[in-house]
């Protein structure tokens, strides 16, 4: 049974092998914290932090460093979150100001949450499966090349070039336009598929070659509005940090490359009731991750909630990442809020 100053010495050892990336001993506890009691006493604490399999010594005769299992006690009960300095507030409504688009927000956020935090960003899009179309433009780029846009109610932008099978002009187009728009305007994102796809799977008629390829380059894109997307970056801080890591770090570069194993982990974290969630180490192992911790934050979108958070070593320092993410979070939040609000 771990005491209440069994876990203050617990945060300790935590936070100093944190800053120092060195082990931590009783006699440097003793010097740098204000428990009031003997290095023997503290070395007794020690034990049974050990005991419990919470900290371990690295080397014989070493100090002690957190386990996994030590981490995770630290984040669930003893981390407490600092609020960002003005200047990193600033710094994240400076960086986050007026985006040209939703792709531009995405990598804003991963850009300023990895250079606040000094590890690999991560952010889920939201996702667009449950949104509707809400408009379809064509523009002409030559008398047989079309550029089509489709906007839905959730913010998501897609524009695909269509070549066509036969040269079209102004009044063609505007017919085309308002047939395409008939069939997915106001529907959602499965509905305005099955129209198109009912459509392609019809008799053909010579008349409809152009706007059946228009129909198939749109049933392609309203499945990209399906999948989950993952933007990243900071990927370069984990070689910098390679010596943090106890294995190889090859396996997160793999799963940056892959994302797919990156969007189950971030989908499948269990979040705090402040949408805060953190997955320490060998939690992550199914993963292939078992090197690596990630933090995130839950933020709020017009389709539902989805997260962003960082990825680095298990020695990361849990509290200032988490409260980072949560910051850029809700920022995010606000921002798409404001844009919905003005649609």
Known sequence: MVTERGLQVLRAIVQDYVET???????????RHSFGVSAATIRNDMALLEDEELIT??????GRVPTDKGYRVFVNHLAQLRPLSSAQRSAIESFLGEPADLDDLMVRTVRVLTQLTGQVALAQYPSFARAHVTHVELVALAPNRLLIVL????????QRMAVLPEAIDE???GVLRARLSALITGQGI????DRLQALLAAEEKPQDAVLRTLAGVVVDELGGFRQERLV???????????????????PLLEAIEEQVTLLRLMSEMVTDEHGLAASIGTENAPFGLGEASIVASNYAAPSGTARV??????RMDYPSNLAAARAVARYLSRMLDEDEAGR
């Open 57 to 62: 010594a690295p080397h014989t005769s070493s």
């Open 232 to 250: 990243m970056a900071g990927a370069a801080t984990l070689a910098r940090r390679e010596q943090d890591f106890r294995g190889s770090i090859h």
């Open 309 to 314: 958070g960082v990825m680095g070593p298990t």
């Open 21 to 31: 990336h060195e082990p931590v001993g009783s006699r440097s506890i003793v010097d």
């Open 171 to 173: 009044a063609d187009m």
């Open 151 to 158: 906007v839905t109610d959730a913010g998501g932008v897609s």
């Open 190 to 193: 499965g509905e305005a598929s």
